[in-house]
């Protein structure tokens, strides 16, 4: 999937306070260690919810977790136009990650520049925008977008001092 293609949201699908109990409750279970119980939980929740967006990017990050990310993008695909706020964000953040372990850049690239546009105030996706861009080898550029994280989100008087010199570098890296 291409950015071109990139799920937009639709008319998204409420999340039952129900639902998000047993998806909260099943997380928490979770064991990063053996995925499988987790995986074949979420499984029999899509079929008793089938093509809810909710349960689907649960199912694909389960299987993300578990190391089979090609399998988890499809579910992620499949999510994202019912999704909408912090699920929304989490699962695009997900999505991209997902793109960048499976060595797809470009598609990774155009997800994260898509999800930060979508939701600029958020710290993590420019961060995992930046492990994107330092694995398709644009190291002055991911450099670039983490030194712009720490001018914008540290809260300390010397990087206030050199802000403008921390900002300064970051626009000649990105420029390189």
Same mark, same amino acid.
């Given at each position: 999937m291409t950015s071109q293609y990139l799920p937009r949201p639709?008319?998204?699908?409420?999340?039952?306070?129900e639902l998000a109990a047993t998806i909260d409750e099943a997380f928490a279970r979770r064991d990063r260690a053996n995925m499988g119980p987790t995986i074949a939980f979420f499984e029999?929740?899509?079929?008793?919810?089938?093509?809810n967006p909710y349960v689907l990017y649960e199912v694909g990050g389960s299987y993300d977790t578990a190391g089979d990310e090609q399998k988890a993008v499809a579910y992620y695909e499949r999510a994202l136009p019912g999704l909408s706020g912090e699920t929304r964000r989490k699962c695009l953040l997900?999505?991209?990650?997902?793109?960048?372990?499976?060595?797809? *850049?470009d598609e990774s690239l155009a997800v994260f520049?898509?999800?930060?546009?979508? *939701?600029?105030?958020?710290?993590?996706?420019?961060? *995992?925008?930046?492990?994107?861009?330092?694995?398709?080898?644009?190291?002055?550029?991911?450099?670039?977008?983490l030194?712009?994280?720490?001018a914008d989100?540290?809260?300390?008087a010397e990087i206030k001092r050199y802000e403008a010199a921390i900002r300064g570098n970051a626009d000649y890296l990105a420029g390189l």
């Open positions: 639709t008319t998204p699908v409420d999340l039952t306070p029999k929740l899509l079929t008793e919810h089938p093509d997900q999505y991209g990650s997902t793109l960048r372990n499976l060595d797809r *850049f520049k898509s999800a930060c546009a979508e *939701f600029p105030e958020s710290d993590s996706l420019r961060v *995992f925008k930046a492990l994107t861009l330092h694995a398709a080898g644009m190291k002055d550029k991911s450099l670039a977008t030194l712009l994280v720490i989100k540290v809260d300390s």
